[in-house]
């Protein structure tokens, strides 16, 4: 008896010695705490600040919060993720960025940090990056509801932030509430789902079977199927949301088989796309149109189900067929490659992000976020996409090559909007392969 | 020399819980902005391990409803943030949670043993994917904005949150109820014919450790900008609540905070330090403690360190 | 009606898949009273493998089930050999052991699924392999959930044979009735234990290898397939076999009738029917 | 006066009566054995008393209230205290919290912490384990835990006792310490039933003895009738 209350007695000494611990190394990596408070409040500024003493730096320091492991990991490992790679490693290989302040090229370092796929410690280590690590630039979170959950805060330390993976109409209403958060990727309203339906529309579309992930971007694309199919005469004879987490939707093919509809649209990830390729193919349901996505515009769709992509419909930005310049942004990212980590609707998006901030960088001449915020929020640029700008934050809808792409011949084409397209859509899709 | 050493020996213990609360309770003083907000996330594990401890490891009911109840309080924030001042949020998160708790602690706390470990693991996913229906099919949100709030005030909450729940736990230990959760523990049957009320007892005590889940998921919202139901509603947290309590030690009043606080860091360590093996490192931490030292770490702290300090201090 | 037909016979397909991943974590369960939480992580070494085959040789997924099963039989075997029957060693009660073995199956599912991500990247995989309608009673199938189900009932079936009339397989059940008084009938506990997890590991990579026929495979696929195997272990009573096999039929042919007419409550629906058994009678269909 | 009066009580497990139309009385101050081969239903007897099974049909008075559905708590309060056929101490507590928790849950009358301890040591001391109140429960004897069990019942200040099998697997030493203490719960005041095997002991001990078989009481009277009585000779050397 006596003996247990001694150890415990120590015992509590090393629970006390472990906070201790913790603490101290808590405060390790950063500065003396004076310092902080006044680091936060100069947050905005605080490229600026080292005015005081001569500029000296000899790297940009980026930093980000991603999805290494977890149900994500699959989103971002394939779209951000090779492009901020790429980007980084040709940077480098010119020897950085010039910025006039310092007189030279800097370099980019990057600092990843996983956020195993939740929202609280994406939040968590986005400050860490601003409070403790002081990166120089924030480069975005993976998946519309990151953003959602990340903008706020680049926001509140003045930090500028160019999106990749996600985006939603309802962001619209919130960026001219926050002047640093700038949106590349498109979403449902404004591009794509008006010009899906104009296209097969015109095609003789006149029913179409709606599902749906329910989630923000399932919500929010169903939503402008909605408004955009019956304004092109295009009758929604069903509409179905899909719980995340479930892998067999035979049940609802066969509910939309039931009402043979021209055009069938799911509106999910490749979780839900994938499983649904094959089992409208095992059902023998073979609709005019049909319209999935983010998943069909990946390389991996097509090295899964082969020539079963023949006509299948899906989100696109671009097609090396468009521009040198894109032939050559595709030749960069894919040649040597494996066909899976292909992109065809994000990467140009992301590239050209990116290469916004670089020439803002330049143009600005200093790290300074505010100075580089106003550059990129008025000015144009050259990307891969051509001349590039924003919009009221969101990328111009002049900018986009390319809405609405359809597997022919094994290359995922452009076929809407027609002045963009590189082949002809062709409706309705041809058969599944038999055998 | 005898007794003054034994009268040190006794005022040990609270003086170090009070340096140590002396020490928390300055931190946003000294320590840097991230710091307090890394040392939130920690005491946030703390108060879901602790909480869990409260209940489940008197009985031996392995719940894992605890994500059930920091999603409550998370959308509980999520939906009146704004309308309501922080602090009655978070009681009404409190409340919402004692009051899930209390109903699911009333019809299913007959369940022995496994049974009980999987519909309370059942009922963190029949809300998630209740709420989200509801979210979808009736207001046509799936996520939600959560008010901010500032980092040091939370901080500040949590800490609070968790000094009155370690006070709460510590004091049940030593009452009536304390001695009924342990008799129960031991053997239901035996407790019930000892005068002991057993279902009230244990719906109350589970109730009450819902109460500090609840509070933490409002507060922690504030610092997540936007939930989902997915978001909100993570069996994770609830796994995570009792690897981190089991990886401490149960036997032993410190362990489940040990546990948190180490499961936590290394967490934290291991995401930025090393981005693409943290789940490898993480997973073979926890195997090769629970091989090794199957009381958890605590095991650590009596026996081979303190006995070797003890060796090297004995000749001197 | 033929619609309804589909449904249903839509349902036993996908039901039958439910029923081989229970299968294995019941008989992990029920027997070795590991709650493997890593079950979903062997059913994605399965699927990832058999992907692997499939797109580098070109070797038939069912051919692969050569590799995987065995493989994951051994891992399985070795794993329990190794750390749960130390953990059994270390626990003073079956309560202790009970939580340290899920803490350790929970460190397990971080390690696999880890060394997965390393091996084969993150990227979501597929493959369409005979995903071609076949008429049944009028209803088209895909020739892949036929195959799929006809795989399950044979290995379901042929591991009851096997539990029923083998040696092996006796000395399991007596296990699974008291470990105490199997082993003063002579049986070896300890390996009978790590037999239990092997052939549970073993049916989780053979599920794995049939659902890589028709669902995407990815290095986090695992937890939902494990969550839905404790659905179904639960639906079926903890530790029956046939049970287990009965509650993924059941499972299935739900899931399959709400999906039909509101798929956004078929998750609502499983775990409504969990919690409900649960409180009406815990024991499961097939339960004492 | 009558503490305890049951009429009729039944219980069935699905088609089969486990117990079956027992009527018994058992009078304030009396030490009363229940005796029966196995599967008599004399623990099920026990389990229906105190409120752990619920009867099919019949009812259960007791100090002229009805008991009949109430919860086990409630029957401890009540004053009936129990122990069990294969014990159930709370084996990670000290022998001396069993007895507290006895103490502070049992009595009605909201005792204090310090009138608990002192009840609990008190109560140590009169089954004879003041020697081993420190140690865990389950590092005692069989024939210690035996005892602990009664002492945590006699905790909750019980007018009736039910003792289920004290002295199975304890020897003949022991067995008679076990007599003693009977004999010792009766004088302090507390009326006992009693289920017992060693048919030496309970012959001694007992005013009157209730046989049970197969769910039925056959016979009831003296030990001295009993141990004549042809009908239980018979279920006895029938066995």
Redesign the interface.
């Given at each position: 008896m006596k003996a247990k209350r001694l150890t415990r007695r120590e015992f509590l000494g090393v629970t006390a010695a472990t906070g201790a611990g913790l603490a101290l190394a808590g405060c390790k990596p950063s500065v003396p705490a004076t310092e902080a408070p006044a680091a936060t409040q100069a947050a905005p500024t605080k490229a600026a600040a080292p005015t005081a003493a001569p500029p000296t730096k000899d790297k940009i320091v980026v930093g980000m919060s991603r999805p290494l492991t977890g149900a994500l990991v699959a989103i971002g490992d394939s779209a951000f993720g090779p492009i901020s790679k790429a980007f980084v490693e040709e940077v480098n290989a010119a020897g950085g960025i010039e910025v006039a302040e310092y007189g030279k090229k800097l370099p980019i370092e990057t600092i990843i940090y996983d956020d195993t796929s939740d929202v609280g410690t994406m939040t968590r280590l986005t400050e860490k990056l601003i409070l403790e690590d002081k990166v120089d630039f924030l480069w975005p979170a993976c998946g519309t509801s990151f953003i959602y959950a990340q903008a706020p805060l680049a926001e509140k330390y003045g930090y500028l932030l160019i999106t990749a993976e996600g985006g939603a109409s309802t962001i619209r209403e919130m960026l001219p509430s926050m002047p640093h958060v700038f949106v590349t990727l498109s979403f449902s309203d404004w591009y794509q789902l008006p010009v899906f339906a104009e296209l097969v529309a015109k095609a003789g579309a006149k029913t179409a079977f709606v599902t749906y992930i329910a989630d923000l971007h399932g919500i929010e694309y169903s939503g402008s199927a909605g408004i955009e199919f019956p304004k092109n005469g295009i009758d929604i004879v069903g509409l179905r949301s899909l719980p995340p987490d479930m892998t067999d939707f035979s049940e609802v093919i066969r509910a939309a088989q039931a009402t043979n509809p021209d055009v069938f649209c799911l509106f999910g990830y490749p979780g839900q796309i994938m499983p649904t390729v094959g089992t409208c193919m095992g059902l023998g349901f073979n609709p005019k149109a049909w319209l999935g996505g983010p998943g069909v515009n990946f390389g991996f769709f097509h090295t899964a189900f082969g020539p079963a992509v023949e006509g299948i419909m899906g989100f696109d930005g671009y097609s090396p067929k468009q521009s040198p310049a894109l032939k050559e942004l595709a030749d960069k990212l894919y040649t040597g490659k494996p066909e899976d980590i292909q992109d065809w609707w994000g990467h140009p998006f992301y590239w050209a992000g990116l290469q916004i901030w670089k020439q803002a960088i330049e143009k600005a001449g200093s790290l300074d976020q505010e100075a580089i915020r106003n550059i990129v929020a008025t000015e144009h640029f050259e990307t891969v996409l051509g001349d590039t700008w924003f919009d009221k934050g969101l990328l111009a809808k002049e900018c986009h090559m390319a809405e609405i792409g359809q597997w022919q011949n094994g290359v995922f084409e452009v076929v809407g909007p027609v002045e963009h397209a590189t082949a002809e859509v062709v409706y309705p899709k041809p058969d599944w392969p038999t055998g | 020399m005898q007794t003054g050493k034994a009268s040190w020996?006794r005022l040990?213990?609270p003086v170090?819980?009070l340096?140590?609360l002396a020490?928390?309770g300055t931190?946003s003083?000294?320590?840097?902005?991230?710091?307090v907000?890394?040392?939130t996330?920690?005491l946030m594990y703390v108060i879901l391990t602790v909480s869990w401890v409260l209940f489940s490891a008197p009985t031996?009911y392995?719940s894992l409803a605890t994500a059930a109840f920091f999603g409550v309080g998370i959308y509980t924030s999520a939906t009146l943030g704004g309308q309501l001042p922080l602090p009655l949020i978070i009681l009404t998160a409190g409340v919402a949670s004692f009051v899930l708790a209390a109903l699911v602690g009333a019809?299913?706390l007959r369940?022995?043993?496994?049974?009980f470990?999987?519909?309370t693991?059942?009922?963190v996913?029949?809300i998630k994917?209740?709420l989200?229906?509801y979210e979808?099919?009736v207001t046509?949100?799936?996520?939600r904005?959560v008010v901010?709030a500032d980092?040091v005030t939370i901080y500040y909450i949590i800490l609070g949150i968790l000094v009155i729940l370690l006070l709460t736990s510590y004091l049940i230990r030593r009452s009536?109820v304390g001695?009924?959760l342990?008799?129960i523990?031991?053997?239901e049957?035996?407790?019930?014919?000892?005068?002991?009320?057993?279902s009230a007892v244990k719906t109350f005590v589970f109730a009450l450790s819902a109460v500090f889940a609840g509070a933490a998921g409002a507060a922690?919202a504030t610092?997540?900008?936007?939930?989902?139901p997915?978001?909100a509603f993570?069996y994770?947290f609830s796994?995570t609540a009792?690897?981190m309590a089991?990886?401490g030690g149960?036997g032993?009043f410190?362990g489940p905070?040990?546990g948190a606080?180490?499961f936590a860091?290394l967490r934290e360590l291991?995401?930025?330090r090393f981005?693409?093996?943290?789940?490898?490192v993480?997973?073979?931490?926890?195997?090769v403690t629970?091989?090794y030292l199957?009381q958890g770490l605590?095991q650590l702290?009596?026996k081979s360190?303190?006995r070797r300090l003890r060796g090297h201090r004995e000749p001197a | 009606m033929e619609t309804f037909l589909g449904v249903v016979i839509g349902g036993l397909l996908i039901g039958g898949l439910y029923a081989l991943i229970a299968m294995g974590l019941s008989l992990q369960y029920g027997v070795a009273r590991v709650l493997n939480v890593s079950h979903g992580e062997f059913i994605m070494l399965g699927a990832l493998t058999t992907w692997s085959l499939y797109t580098a040789f070109h070797i038939n997924p069912l051919l692969s089930l050569a590799v995987c099963g065995p493989a994951a039989f051994a891992l399985g075997y070795v794993l329990h050999r190794t750390v749960y029957r130390r953990i059994l060693a270390t626990s003073p009660s079956p309560g202790v052991f009970e939580s340290n073995s899920l803490l350790a199956s929970f460190g397990l599912l971080f390690v696999i699924q880890n060394v997965a991500l390393i091996a084969w990247g993150a990227n979501t995989r597929g493959y369409s392999y005979l995903a071609v309608p076949v008429s049944l009673f009028g209803v088209l199938f895909g020739a892949n959930q036929l195959l799929t189900l006809g795989c399950a009932l044979v290995v379901g079936v042929a591991f009851y044979v096997f539990l029923a009339r083998t040696r092996v397989g006796k000395a399991i059940r007596a296990a699974a009735q008291d470990s105490t008084s199997a082993a003063l009938m002579g049986v070896n506990i300890n390996s009978v234990l790590a037999l239990c997890f092997g052939f549970g590991a073993a049916l989780a990579a053979i599920a794995g290898m049939l659902i890589s026929m028709c669902y995407p495979v990815t290095p986090v696929m695992g937890i939902p397939y494990t969550i839905i195997a404790m659905i179904v272990v639960v639906l079926g009573g903890l530790g029956s076999i046939p049970g287990s096999f009965l509650g993924g039929l059941v499972l299935g042919l739900i899931g399959s009738l709400v999906t039909y007419i509101e798929p956004s409550l078929t998750l609502v629906a499983y775990y409504l029917i969990f919690a409900l058994l649960l409180l009406v009678k815990p024991t499961g269909i097939m339960g004492r | 006066m009558s503490l305890l009066e049951v009429e009729g009580i039944t219980k069935n497990f699905g088609g089969l009566a486990a117990v079956s139309h027992v009527d018994l009385r058992v009078d304030e101050g009396e030490v009363v054995g229940l005796i029966g081969p196995n599967g008599a239903g004399k623990t099920t007897l026990f389990n229906l008393l105190s409120g752990a099974l619920k009867p099919s049909s019949g009812a259960i008075r007791f100090r002229d209230e009805n008991i009949t559905g109430l919860k086990p708590h409630q029957i401890c309060h009540k004053g009936l205290a129990r122990t069990f056929q294969s014990v159930k101490v709370f084996g990670g507590m000290t022998a001396s919290q069993n007895v507290l928790a006895g103490a502070i849950f049992g009595d009605r009358g909201q005792m204090s912490p310090k009138q608990a301890g002192k009840e609990a040591a008190r109560l140590l001391e009169f089954v004879g384990l003041s020697a081993v109140a420190a140690a865990p429960a389950r590092d005692l004897t069989l024939a210690n835990q035996k005892r602990l069990e009664v002492a945590r019942a006699l905790a909750t200040k019980p007018n009736l006792l039910l003792i289920d099998e004290l002295m199975a697997g304890l020897n003949p030493t022991e067995v008679a310490q076990a007599m003693d203490l009977v004999a010792a719960i009766r004088k302090q005041g507390t009326t006992v039933l009693i289920i017992e095997h060693v048919m030496k002991a309970i012959m001694s001990i007992c005013d009157r003895i209730l046989v049970l078989h197969h769910g039925e009481k056959i016979a009831e009277g003296t030990p001295q009738e009993i141990a004549t009585s042809r009908t239980v000779v018979e279920v006895y050397l029938g066995e």
């Open positions: - | 020996l040990r213990t170090l819980w340096a140590l020490a928390m931190l003083l000294y320590a840097s902005p991230y710091t907000i890394m040392v996330n920690i031996g392995i019809l299913t369940l022995k043993g496994v049974y470990a999987f519909f693991f059942g009922l996913e029949l994917h209740l989200l229906w979808v099919s046509g949100v799936r996520g904005f901010s980092n009536r001695l009924a342990q008799a523990g031991e053997g049957d035996a407790a019930a014919h000892t005068g002991i009320n057993v922690m610092r997540w900008g936007y939930v989902d997915y978001i993570d994770l796994f009792v690897a089991v990886f149960l032993r410190e905070i040990l606080v180490v860091f291991l995401i930025t981005p693409y093996v943290y789940m490898l993480m997973g073979s931490v926890l195997v629970i091989l199957p605590v702290a009596q360190t303190w | - | -």
